[in-house]
């Protein structure tokens, strides 16, 4: 049974920083793609950033494109969001997702190709 255990949010004025660390179990982290996804109040989730088994590929949402950063430590078991310049609009629950990579290169933009999810962190960011 994989888990994922998100870690790091919390309430942060606009244009602060947080980082969000999600720590995996098993032996078997390095075989996964992990992405964060978000949900608002009153609106469905959405992808924020992905990154491949490797770590060496990425993608983001245009919204935040620029200001979210994705990255891995696969001798930690643990993906990490850090997330700069937050505007009020980033407020939400964040949830990290995992799902095995049979490419070095392969990640996901799709929720419904995620296998294991975590529980989520809340994120709040004020005016």
């Known amino acids: 049974q994989v888990q994922l255990v998100e870690s790091g949010g919390g309430l942060v004025q606009a244009g602060g920083s947080l980082r969000l660390s999600c720590a995996v179990s098993?032996?078997?982290?390095?075989?996964?793609?992990m992405g964060w996804f978000r949900q608002a109040p009153g609106k469905e989730r959405e992808f924020v950033a992905a990154?491949?088994?490797?770590?060496?590929?990425?993608n983001y949402a245009d919204s935040v494109k620029g200001r979210f950063t994705i990255s891995r430590d696969n001798a930690k078991n643990t993906a990490y969001l850090q997330m700069n310049s937050l505007e009020p609009e980033d407020t939400a629950v964040y949830c990290c997702?995992?799902?095995?990579?049979?490419?070095?290169?392969?990640?996901?933009?799709?929720?419904?190709?995620?296998?294991?999810w975590g529980q989520g962190s809340q994120v709040t960011v004020s005016t």
């Open positions: 990154i491949s088994r490797s770590g060496g590929y990425k």
């Open positions: 997702a995992a799902t095995r990579a049979y490419s070095s290169s392969a990640y996901s933009l799709r929720q419904g190709e995620y296998d294991y």
């Open positions: 098993g032996r078997t982290f390095s075989t996964y793609s």
